[in-house]
């Protein structure tokens, strides 16, 4: 083995699933900034309604990844914070 322990490894796998739940939401804003609350459009301007379309296609895709990585990454947080406590209970109550 490499000598790393486990807690680190889990400290690495959710420092990267953390990095791309972040570059998911900062591309999840920069595409919501192109979407607008209300449209008043005359049969001339469809096209501005087939962009707002288009946005709310890439707003529905994103929304399962952003979900799944959130909560991918609060949950590890979780068990790597159990495991930290675990770890340092053992510690303590190791015998001399």
């Given at each position: 083995m490499s000598g790393v322990s486990p807690l680190t490894w889990m400290l690495l796998i959710w420092g990267t699933i953390?990095?791309?739940?972040?570059?998911?939401?900062?591309?999840?804003?920069?595409?919501?900034?192109?979407?607008?609350?209300?449209?008043f459009l005359d049969p001339a301007e469809s096209k501005m309604q087939e962009e707002q379309n288009e946005v709310q296609r890439k707003m529905n895709r994103l929304t399962?990844?952003?979900?799944?990585?959130g909560f991918a990454s609060a949950g590890l947080l979780v068990v790597i914070a159990g495991l930290w406590v675990y770890q340092a209970l053992t510690r303590f109550n190791a015998p001399p």
């Open positions: 953390t990095a791309v739940f972040v570059v998911l939401m900062i591309y999840r804003s920069l595409v919501a900034m192109r979407e607008d609350d209300q449209l399962p990844y952003t979900k799944g990585f």
